[in-house]
C-alpha cells in the first residue's frame, strides 16, 4: 500500500539553527500538509499546499516556517531559526479526495 | 467554534473485552469525521472514516464507528480488545468540501491488561 515517507525520524538540533524536515507524499495525491504535535499535546495543524502553493496555513505558522515542493515529488517544510517551543513531532500528510494519510512523523528536537 | 471532544483521556480494558471510545464534534457544516490510531513513537494511521450514507462504518483491525448526529457523536467501538490496540486513539473532523484541515483532539490512550 502506498504510503507518505518522511525524513529523517528524528532530528536533534541546536536552537537557532535552520531545520528542514522532508517528505514524500503519496504519487497520485493533490493536497499536502505539515502538522505537529507537542509532546503530550493534540495533534495541530500547521499549513496546507495544493497547486504549489499555500491554501490555508494556521497561526502557527509565522514567518519562521515554509514549505516548498521542489521537484514534484519532495514536500519540505523549513524552520528558519528553531526555538525550542518547536520541539515536537512534525507529521507530513497527503490527500486525494477528503481522505488524509500521514506519514510516521520526523521528531524534533532542538536543544 | 469548531472542535473535537474526547471526553477520556486514558481507558484501560482487559483483553478480550470491548471497548467504546467517545468522540463528540461541534462543527457547523456537515462533518467529515475520522479516526486516527497513534501506536508509540509512530504515526498516525487512518482506521475509519464517515463521509455520508450508512452511519455504521467498518474499519481496520475490527474497529467500527457509528455516526450520530442528534447526539454530535462518533464513537469508536470494538467488540474484543487484544494487547496490540494498547496506543493513542484520535478522533477527528474535517470539512465536506474541501482537505484543507482536520481538526483532532486530544486523544485517548488506551491502555490493555492480559
Known amino acids: 500500500e502506498p504510503e507518505v515517507t518522511q525524513t529523517p525520524s528524528h532530528q536533534v538540533t541546536q536552537m537557532g539553527q535552520e531545520v528542514i524536515l522532508r517528505c514524500v507524499p503519496i504519487?497520485?495525491?493533490?493536497?499536502f500538509y505539515w502538522y505537529r504535535q507537542i509532546l503530550g499535546q493534540k495533534v495541530e495543524f500547521l499549513v496546507s499546499f495544493y497547486n504549489n502553493e499555500i491554501s490555508e496555513k494556521s497561526e502557527i505558522f509565522d514567518d519562521q516556517f515554509s514549505v516548498e515542493r521542489p521537484d514534484g515529488s519532495n514536500f519540505t517544510l523549513k524552520i528558519r531559526s528553531t526555538k525550542l517551543e518547536d520541539s515536537a513531532m512534525y507529521f507530513c500528510a497527503s490527500a486525494v479526495g477528503n481522505t488524509i494519510y500521514f506519514g510516521e512523523g520526523s521528531w524534533l528536537t532542538v536543544v | 467554534a469548531q472542535s473535537v471532544t474526547q471526553p477520556d483521556i486514558h481507558i484501560t480494558v482487559s483483553e478480550g473485552a470491548s471497548l467504546e471510545l467517545r468522540c463528540n464534534y461541534s462543527y457547523g457544516a456537515t462533518p467529515y469525521l475520522f479516526w486516527y490510531v497513534q501506536s508509540p513513537g509512530q504515526g498516525l494511521q487512518l482506521l475509519l472514516k464517515?463521509?455520508?450514507?450508512?452511519?455504521l462504518v467498518q474499519g481496520i483491525k475490527g474497529f467500527e464507528a457509528e455516526f450520530k448526529r442528534s447526539q454530535s457523536s462518533f464513537n469508536l467501538r470494538k467488540p474484543s480488545v487484544h494487547w496490540s490496540d494498547a496506543a493513542e486513539y484520535f478522533c477527528a473532523v474535517g470539512p465536506l468540501w474541501n482537505t484543507d484541515k482536520l481538526i483532532f483532539g486530544t486523544g485517548t490512550r488506551l491502555q490493555v491488561f492480559p
Open positions: 464517515y463521509f455520508s450514507g450508512d452511519t
Open positions: 504519487s497520485n495525491h493533490l493536497y
